[in-house]
């Protein structure tokens, strides 16, 4: 993957971006291609916490490569084979399926996200998201917009959902011109908002707007309006230097250990 662009913010995002906190913090986007037909990663940074605490929510990120295994071993980075893939898990505990095979188009072929009622949340995803079936078993379903983008798989847990304080959310982009219909749907199948159409302005590039939902088990869902969002995406060549740039001036772990004190836990 690449980094794609990096943003530092001095207060907390007015759509919950970066999560319950108001303090300063960055995001990065990586991905194997441009936002625009790649599935991309946005990693949030929030300075002064050093720590997250995993929940069952976010079940791993399928891959499709032909290297990326072979890289991990040979930098002696834990590598486990289960099921058919091989399991990376990141720093910070996110799972990573590993297929290793190779690719057409974007190698990130599939999320996986937990569900506590697949027949709910299928209707959910279906009925009111508009995404269609390509495949389904008997505790899964795997769902998309499209055969050639990333799927959505959900997979019955068997127990309540636990976002713990790690959860994050799934972003779409569509024409802007659909965000308040798609508002009003939600509204009118008394589905949760959590974030109503709202405009988010990044310094120096474009706003967009975005309607920010949560499905039956509270997964977070973010649709945001595709023409705005295709100019804020545009990749940026000093995406690694601003982040590299970042890392440098942050001097949050020296501060707490000349005060004796630990990152907070988020």
Not at 170 to 179: K, N, Q, R, T, V
Request: glycine residues 8%; charged residues 25%.
């Amino acid at each position: 993957m690449k980094f794609l662009r990096h943003e530092e913010f001095e207060e907390g995002c007015k759509a919950s971006c970066n999560g319950p906190y108001f303090g300063k913090w960055s995001k990065s986007m990586v991905g194997y291609g441009p936002e625009d037909n790649h599935f991309v990663v946005e990693l949030t940074y929030n300075y002064g916490i050093g720590s997250y605490r995993l929940g069952n929510d976010f079940l791993g990120i399928t891959i499709h490569s032909e290297t990326i295994v072979e890289t991990a071993k040979n930098v002696g980075y834990p590598v486990v084979e289960e099921d058919g893939f091989y399991i990376l898990a990141s720093p910070d505990g996110y799972i990573f399926k590993i297929v290793n095979q190779p690719t057409q188009g974007d190698p990130v072929k599939k999320v996986s996200l937990s569900t506590s009622n697949l027949k709910k949340s299928l209707d959910y995803w279906t009925r009111l998201c508009g995404m269609q079936i390509f495949s389904k078993e008997s505790h899964s379903v795997t769902l998309g917009y499209d055969e050639s983008q990333c799927k959505l798989e959900l997979i019955d847990v068997g127990e309540n959902v636990d976002h713990a304080t790690a959860f994050g959310r799934i972003a779409f982009s569509c024409p802007g011109d659909e965000l308040p219909m798609i508002e009003k749907s939600m509204m009118s199948e008394n589905q949760t908002i959590l974030k109503p159409l709202v405009s988010l302005d990044t310094p120096g590039k474009a706003s967009v707007q975005v309607v920010i939902l949560a499905d039956p088990d509270g997964h977070e869902i973010c649709f945001v309006g595709d023409e705005a969002f295709r100019e804020l995406s545009q990749l940026d060549p000093k995406a690694d230097d601003l982040l590299n740039e970042a890392i440098t001036a942050d001097k949050s772990n020296e501060w707490f250990a000349r005060k004796g004190k630990s990152k907070n836990s988020g």
